[in-house]
């Protein structure tokens, strides 16, 4: 079992950043794959940002790519958002995800996580 907190969300302006955490407890953290997934009024729930499988690498949807950026401290069993040049498009709840890294499976699809944080507001204002 690995439970997620999700902080950090608010209101900014357009052009402005905001860090989001999310904080994992229980499973060993290391062993699990960590995404950020959001979803928006009315629409459905889309892929952020990743880690890939090794946990090396990384994946962003191509709407933030050059703008957010994900991060994790093991030390701290916490993953990161960072976002910058926040638009008003970016409006939505943020959600970070964990799941396994076997079977293999594409980390941008949301199936695959089986542990969920209840999410985070985020706004951004014209």
């Known amino acids: 079992q690995v439970q997620l907190a999700e902080s950090g969300g608010g209101l900014v302006q357009a052009g402005g950043s905001l860090r989001l955490s999310c904080a994992a407890s229980?499973?060993?953290?290391?062993?699990?794959?960590m995404g950020w997934f959001r979803q928006a009024p009315g629409k459905e729930r889309e892929f952020v940002a990743a880690?890939?499988?090794?946990?090396?690498?990384?994946y962003y949807a191509d709407s933030v790519k050059g703008r957010f950026a994900i991060s994790r401290d093991n030390a701290r069993n916490t993953v990161y958002l960072q976002m910058n040049a926040l638009k008003p498009e970016d409006t939505a709840v943020y959600y970070c995800?964990?799941?396994?890294?076997?079977?293999?499976?594409?980390?941008?699809?949301?199936?695959?996580?089986?542990?969920w944080g209840q999410g985070t507001q985020v706004t951004v204002s014209s």
């Open positions: 995800a964990a799941r396994p890294p076997r079977p293999v499976s594409d980390v941008r699809t949301p199936n695959p996580y089986n542990y």
């Open positions: 229980g499973r060993t953290f290391s062993s699990v794959v």
């Open positions: 880690f890939a499988l090794n946990n090396i690498g990384t």
